[in-house]
């Protein structure tokens, strides 16, 4: 009975640290990248939707996002802020407009006839 009892208490210090050594190892975890990917994703529909844009702006500025959890978020701040009657604070940031293409070289000037080059 001793044996065991002691063998948990002198194991268990370790058990606690399996996270951490996978962290090092860079163990691929699922549950924790989704788990962090559901957070950001309702990060940014919350911060879109106190910021006022609308759930497709929200989607355009943030392709990469799942949109189901983004639709979440959105939604989750909409509740609150209806709730707490809390106002929309305007976002100052505008997306700049997108660079004009480059204009093609001008060709260069063709010699004149009857001049040596």
Known sequence: MRRPALLLIVLLPFAGGCDQLSELLELPNPARDAARLEAEGRAVGSGCRHAGRSLED???LNPSVDKASVFAGWKDMNDYMMENKIEVVPSRFTPAPPA????????EPSPKPGTAT
């Not at 004009?100 to 060709?107: D, K, L, M, Q, T």
Request: aromatic share 10%; with cysteine.
């Open 100 to 107: 004009p293409a480059s204009a093609p070289p001008a060709p």
């Open 58 to 60: 929200c989607y355009a």
